[in-house]
């Protein structure tokens, strides 16, 4: 077997929530990073992806990202799209470039939104952030690529409704349309609902309200690169780790096949 780029490590934990011979739908646990970096070189997800795919994403390489279209931080829960070949690799790059690729996100968040739904339109810049001391130890000492809303920042959308509300928060469906850092964090935050458990985006009492990020990319829909006719429509059950945060702001837990 040809040497792979990327360590395999079949301890990783994931699922497969879609696969064909084009393409794979993951759903990432949180606590648990993409793709290896420093201090994850072997405990990421895509190592565990390599476990079972590794000689067809060698085939991809490092230019095609080893088949990964694109990423969720680390405390975010959810799908992920990795492609199998080089071909759906290329077709799909150009679906998100397009802005084909739909992707969905819930939320749970600080009081709630103004309306029952709209659309966030503020640009997204990305810095160079300056951690405190326990969140320097959480990311290992280094330096953090943060956002921040600015009109120097690249055009970023982000349209959101009402699922359910209570008296100190609500659950939210988020349609990231562009992709940018943090995009969803960001854009909630400047609306006056963060997200809570979200370490660098809310007051630290939102941040108490959760034992990590609550917010889970439940859903995907993007063109079959098998056959472009027919759209490949992926969802992700409500995550049980983030039911307790639900339970206490007295929301009800979403249809998990709600679009």
Known sequence: MAQL???????????IRYQSEHVL?????????TQPGIGHERSSLLNGIFAAFGPKLQQLGKD???????????????LVVV???????????????????????????????????????????EFQGTPTADKRERNGGRTLKLARISSAGKPALTAFR??????????????????????????????????????YYAPSSVRALGSRLALHAHRVAFPDPGNPEVEIDVHSPFPKDLRSVLK????????DHMS
């Not at 562009?178 to 370490?199: E, K, N, Y």
């Open 83 to 125: 492609a199998l070949t080089p071909a759906a690799y290329d077709m799909l790059r150009d679906q998100f470039e397009l802005r084909a690729v739909r992707k969905f996100y819930w939320a749970i968040v600080k009081d709630r939104p103004k309306g029952d739904s709209g659309v966030i339109r503020k640009p997204i810049a």
């Open 162 to 199: 009402l699922i359910s509300e209570g008296a100190a928060g609500s659950l939210v469906e988020c349609r990231a349309v562009t992709g940018r850092l943090h995009q969803v964090r960001v854009h909630m935050a400047s609306i006056g609902c963060p997200i809570l458990g979200d370490q």
């Open 64 to 78: 095609r990202d080893f088949g990964l279209l694109h990423r969720l931080d680390k405390e975010t829960s959810g």
């Open 25 to 33: 739908v993951i759903e990432k646990p949180a606590h648990l990073v």
């Open 248 to 255: 206490l702001l007295k929301l009800p837990k979403p249809d």
């Open 5 to 15: 780029s990327i360590e395999p490590n079949e301890r990783v934990q994931y699922k």
